[in-house]
């Protein structure tokens, strides 16, 4: 009985509600700007990453070393654009 | 009539209606060809149906080919105009669609299409595959980027062509100062063919990464496949932010959209920040193929294997991070400080490192080799000290300090020419030499090749060496006219004879085909250059499953070992292959999309409305089909093999 119980699973399911609901406290509480896109980032990093592993059964196939030199790539693209536009377009803008 | 008035051309020249005659009358003279000699329905089985990665592949070039020569014809007018001081030929107007549509055509329609062409061609039959993963997916990309293609092209004749510049920044590109639809050509046209690009890259990806023959491993690969690779990686990663770019912009000129406004929040920097986050990588995207293409060249004509094969794919690797990183290095003068132009400096400068070991590389493979001097090689050769050229002065516009003189003058100009037309035209156009035989089974003349070689090459420098001068000089990009007493008229002049050298040049490459094709000997080897990779070891002309076995691979040059050390390619023995079916619905479904595309540039909403509507539709008949392909029974295979083997 305890093998077939997906305690991962499960895990998973309530932390991506956790997570969600830490998301949605920002328009819940009354944060600064800042504050509240800190919060979104982290958490939507972090939900991005659950579902991927869990979920979607990254870690799972033999193509792992590939798909996760992917994902990886793609963070790093997606943050390099996103603090490089925040940069370049906010906080080096004289 | 009041609703056909905004097809009409906004500002009209004698040259433009009589490019309207002139395609008018091409388009019924190829509709009369094609039913004269009863050739549709041949047409619509083996080209516009078609699913197979060799067809597609060649039909890519085609249309890289026939964009070529558009986008050169532009070039040939610009130069034309600014030969003599205070010309009349073009006035400032046409003068700004003819750079803009110069350089979209340039990027977007030649240089990726004809990339994407060699690659469709050999990156499977390099890695031993008998299609690329998608192959109906591939006949999506490949009819979506040419009618991309041509509904930008059509913008000349009908509404008036985008005049903002290839980069379009806003606010130029706005509403407000870019009255015509073109702009809306500009944003549409892009973003139907991008969604092109976007599906090979995953194809290729995909194909490369599951598709290997068995052995192949990732560090087995030949050098133009590992190129291939990484560039679909840069496609995947970049072309997103250019599809939400242009879908900012469409926003903003159709529907009312603050997003590049200085209004309401809107940053018209912004288009210039995101237009570079994709553009930057884009360079990489035309330039990494083209090392790959050299990287096989010289290694076969060196009759060496390739010096550093390792340091080769790192530096690839190296390359394709760095590309992320550099692109405020477009606009150091927008006015943000000295510490982001310090970051993006550096960053740009570190280019330079990885870029340099491959030169290093392709050196030390010449160091001894036997130097055969053909056509592809002489190409690659001509590659070396040219493309040096610019990307040392890359790493002078590098210098942020310094790039406040050289911003937008025929400097930058001359600089992005050094690198694209030997980065890129050399290596498309060597790459277009080297495969010929394997694509149509006869060689082209190395004599009028070399003819056309040295007209090219010569000509280049004669054309863009002088622009370094007279732009150090201070003459601005993208100026129509200037005055006798500034001097740069003579310089520019030589620039004007240095462009009808590359027309020749161009001119003669056709013409060889034209010859090659009548006189060429049919009479070749399966590998006449005597190369080293897989897609020569299968026959010439390929038959549609590429290998009638899988090969075994167990070294980087597996071909090679099997001509000199009697390594054995090919064990096992025929077995039923299963090949996918062809269909039309790639091609309708593209049509439609130019239906779209047409609605939308012109705001025609109802028919827009209906043409996504059939776009869903085809989208849908593809997910209840039920198609599993055919097999193409043993008997059949051997048959081929058997009248393949003959021919020899």
């Not at chain 2, 994709?278 to 294997?305: D, K, Q």
């Not at chain 2, 776009?615 to 599993?628: N, P």
Request: aromatic letters at 16%.
């Amino acid at each position: 009985m305890k093998q077939l119980f997906p305690r991962g699973q499960v895990m998973g399911f309530a932390f991506s509600l956790i997570l969600t609901l830490v998301a949605l406290s920002v328009i819940v509480f009354d944060l600064s700007l800042k504050m509240a896109m800190i919060i979104l980032l982290v958490t939507a990093f972090m939900q991005a990453a659950l579902q991927l592993v869990m979920f979607m059964h990254a870690g799972e196939s033999e193509d792992k070393a590939s798909i996760y030199t992917n994902v990886y790539y793609g963070l790093f693209v997606a943050l390099v654009t996103i603090f490089g536009t925040m940069l370049t377009m906010i906080w080096g803008y004289q | 009539m009041d609703y056909f008035d905004r097809f009409a051309v906004p500002h009209p020249s004698p040259a433009i209606y009589a490019s309207m005659v002139a395609i008018g009358l091409t388009m019924l003279a190829v509709v009369v060809g094609i039913t004269y000699f009863k050739k549709w329905g041949y047409l619509w089985r083996e080209w516009l149906t078609t699913v197979d990665h060799k067809r597609i592949g060649i039909m890519y070039i085609l249309s890289a080919l026939l964009m070529l020569f558009r986008g050169g014809a532009d070039a040939i007018m610009m130069r034309a105009q600014t030969a003599v001081p205070d010309n009349g030929l073009l006035d400032g107007q046409h003068y700004n669609e003819i750079f803009t549509t110069h350089g979209v055509v340039m990027i977007l329609f030649m240089a990726m299409p004809f990339i994407i062409g060699l690659m469709n061609i050999v990156t499977p039959l390099q890695v031993g595959a008998r299609d690329v993963a998608f192959p109906r997916l591939n006949a999506v990309s490949f009819w979506l980027f040419f009618m991309g293609a041509m509904l930008f092209n059509i913008s000349f004749v009908v509404g008036g062509s985008p005049d903002a510049g290839w980069t379009s920044y806003f606010p130029l590109a706005s509403n407000d100062f870019s009255e015509s639809v073109g702009s809306n050509y500009y944003a549409i046209a892009i973003q139907i063919a991008g969604i092109g690009t976007l599906l090979t890259g995953i194809n290729f990806i995909v194909t490369i990464l599951k598709m290997r023959a068995p052995g192949m491993n990732l560090m087995k690969m030949p050098m133009f496949t590992w190129s291939i690779l990484i560039t679909n990686f840069i496609i995947v990663f970049a072309f997103p932010v250019l599809t939400v770019a242009l879908a900012l912009m469409t926003m903003d000129r159709l529907f009312g959209t603050q997003f590049f406004t200085m209004a309401n929040g809107g940053s018209d920097m912004l288009w210039a920040n995101l237009f570079w986050v994709w553009g930057h990588p884009e360079v990489y995207i035309v330039i990494l193929p083209a090392f790959g293409i050299y990287s096989e060249i010289i290694s076969t004509f060196a009759r060496r294997n390739l010096y550093g094969y390792n340091s080769m794919v790192i530096s690839m690797v190296a390359i394709s991070t760095l590309s992320f990183v550099v692109w405020a290095h477009h606009f150091y003068t927008m006015g943000h400080g000295a510490m982001v132009n310090g970051i993006f400096s550096i960053t740009t400068m570190a280019i330079a490192v990885p870029t340099g070991v491959k030169i290093f590389n392709w050196l030390f493979t010449l160091w001894k080799g036997k130097i055969v001097f053909t056509v592809p090689m002489l190409y690659s050769l001509a590659f070396i000290p040219i493309f040096t050229l610019g990307g040392v002065t890359g790493v002078m516009l590098a210098m942020a300090s310094a790039d406040y003189q050289y911003h937008n003058t025929m400097f930058l100009v001359a600089h992005f020419h050094y690198v694209l037309i030997p980065g890129t035209v050399f290596a498309v156009l060597a790459g277009f030499t080297y495969w010929w035989p394997k694509m149509f089974g006869f060689m082209l003349s190395e004599k009028i090749g070399k003819w056309s070689f040295w007209f090219i090459t010569i000509s280049f420098n004669v054309t863009f060496f002088p622009m370094f001068i007279t732009g150090l000089d201070g003459q601005a990009r993208r100026m129509y006219t200037y005055s006798e007493s500034t001097g740069y008229g003579p310089l520019n002049m030589l620039s004007f004879v240095g462009a009808i050298g590359l027309a020749i040049g161009f001119a003669l490459i056709v013409y060889n085909i034209y010859w090659s094709t009548r006189y060429a000997s049919r009479n070749i080897s399966n590998d006449p250059w005597d190369a080293r990779s897989l897609e020569w070891a299968t026959h010439t002309p390929i038959p549609e499953y590429n290998f009638a076995i899988v090969p075994t691979v167990d070294s980087t040059e597996a071909f090679w070992d099997s001509k000199k050390k009697g390594f054995k390619l090919f064990g096992g023995k025929v077995e039923k292959i299963h090949m996918p079916n062809n269909s039309g619905v790639p091609f309708i479904m593209s049509c439609i999309f130019f239906v779209w595309g047409f609605a939308m540039v012109f705001s025609m909403w109802i028919i827009a409305i209906i043409a996504t509507l059939g776009i869903f539709a085809c989208m849908a008949h593809r997910s209840f089909e039920k198609d599993h392909g055919r097999y193409i029974s043993v008997e059949e295979i051997e048959e081929t093999e058997n009248k393949l083997r003959g021919a020899k």
